[in-house]
């Protein structure tokens, strides 16, 4: 049950990248996290987009025209993560970046995003106005 925040300099994706971003990150992550791949699942498993209007790096503004910076954060139930899946989550979504981009390669070179992954602690995550606790989450991804 991801929720994933995408955050990129405003204007720096056409609609044909974002779509490509947006329908595999997602998943991706879902693959990372061991989730299964069910309706319920991904029923409980978002994306945003944040345009960002200004982005410093170092204290100076990117330049109009620059190649985007990324920063993805991942936020999952505290406890359902092992450095093994960590790994994955970044390498994954770096992939799904890189395979949107003009130059694939600039992602494996230098800082082109950062992913951040965000484990909510029990008892922090809320729906439908209660507590919902990683049992209740895996009895409603696996139908039990």
Do not use: Q
Not at 4 to 13: A, I, N, R, T, W
Request: aromatic letters at 6%; proline letters at 6%; a negative charge.
């Amino acid at each position: 049950m991801p929720f994933v925040e995408l955050f990129v300099p405003k204007g720096s994706l056409d609609e044909e990248r974002r779509e490509k971003i947006g329908e595999r990150l997602v998943s991706e992550v879902m693959l990372a996290e061991g989730a299964p791949d069910t309706e319920a699942a991904r029923s409980i498993s978002w994306l945003v987009v944040n345009e960002i209007d200004a982005w410093f790096v170092g204290g100076r503004r990117l330049p109009a025209g620059e190649k985007p910076k990324y920063v993805v954060r991942v936020g999952v139930p505290a406890g359902s993560m092992t450095d093994d899946k960590r790994t994955d989550i970044v390498r994954r979504v770096t992939r799904v970046l890189a395979d949107a981009d003009d130059d694939p390669t600039r992602f494996t070179d230098a800082a082109a995003a950062w992913v951040h992954i965000n484990e909510i602690p029990e008892g922090n995550w809320g729906a439908r106005g209660e507590i919902v606790r990683i049992e209740d989450i895996v009895a409603l991804v696996s139908g039990s």
